[in-house]
């Protein structure tokens, strides 16, 4: 059952993602060569309780920590550790959950740390393109098909492939609602879009083929040819004509701005 969200509920779901866009760009000032990823989940954690929020993704199905840290060849779900240090030309996802007011806030950017190669950046660069495209189609009357449509074919038409087992999900009073919101599809197909849905658009795009390996800790997907992968992700609710995107990217980007004057 797709739940639909009352316009008061949809406020407080801003406040949620909002707090953890704020998170996000929060940890773009520490993103550098020789931080740990295990750093940069505690200043997360520190600054979301600091604003009277929980972390969404510590202790979710035995999940260790606040962030996924998704570094190069990682897809999703790497989890910090002080043994993962950033180096120059890694690029990092890092995908952030909290808990307030009883809804969840759930959003993703892939970070470059220092400078990265070209080509690392054109799939940072396309993949964040995708999420775009996602969101132009998340609106009442389409289906979920469609977003996944226009996901899978900006991605193909650029080269990239797309991962097929992780997808997107609707979001709520749970971080996992219904819908399953895939990256690929067919145009016209799946659940239709109604005003007050919730839902997570999430490409993950792989610069190589599209398979994927989980590692033995049992949370960190990569890529199986170890070729990098790239994940941007925004909570959007479902209206008349245009999405409703209650995560912004505007803080980080703001702030990589400043770091690069
Ligand atoms: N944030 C992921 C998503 O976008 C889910 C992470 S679950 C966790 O759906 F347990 F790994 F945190
Ligand atoms: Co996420
Ligand atoms: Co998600």
């Known amino acids: 059952m797709i739940l639909i969200k009352t316009a008061d509920e949809i406020e407080l779901m801003r406040e949620s993602n909002l707090l953890v866009s704020l ?16 750093r940069l989940d505690q200043i997360a954690e520190a600054f979301i309780r600091d604003h009277g929020a929980v972390p969404g993704f510590l202790g979710y199905q035995g999940y260790p920590k606040t962030l996924c840290t998704s570094v190069n060849s990682e897809v999703v779900h790497g989890i910090p550790s002080e043994k993962v240090i950033l180096k120059e030309g ?14 969840y806030g759930d959003t993703a950017f892939s970070f470059e740390v220092g400078e990265v190669s070209a080509e690392v950046r054109r799939l940072l660069d ?3 393109e ?29 080269g990239y492939t797309v991962v097929r087992e992780m997808v997107g999900h609707g979001l709520g009073r749970h971080l996992h609602e219904a819908p399953e919101v895939p990256n690929y599809g067919r145009r016209g197909t799946g659940p239709k879009l109604k005003k007050g849905m919730v839902i997570c658009i999430e490409p993950m795009i792989n610069m190589g083929r599209r398979q ?20 941007f992700e925004w909570a959007v609710a479902i209206d008349k004509g245009k999405a409703d995107v209650l995560s912004t990217f505007s803080y980080i980007d703001d702030e990589l701005l400043k770091q690069s004057k």
């Open 90 to 103: 890694d690029q990092l996802s890092v995908d952030c959950g909290v808990v307030k007011n009883g809804f």
């Open 126 to 128: 396309i993949t964040r």
């Open 212 to 231: 994927i390996k989980q590692d033995p800790d049992g949370w960190t997907i990569r890529t199986a040819d170890k070729k990098p992968s790239a994940h």
């Open 130 to 158: 995708c999420l775009q495209k996602g969101v132009e189609q998340a609106v009442e009357g389409k289906r979920i098909g469609d977003i996944g449509n226009a996901v899978q074919n900006h991605a193909e038409s650029m």
């Open 23 to 38: 998170t996000l760009a929060e940890l773009a000032k520490f993103i550098k060569p020789g931080v740990s990823t295990e």
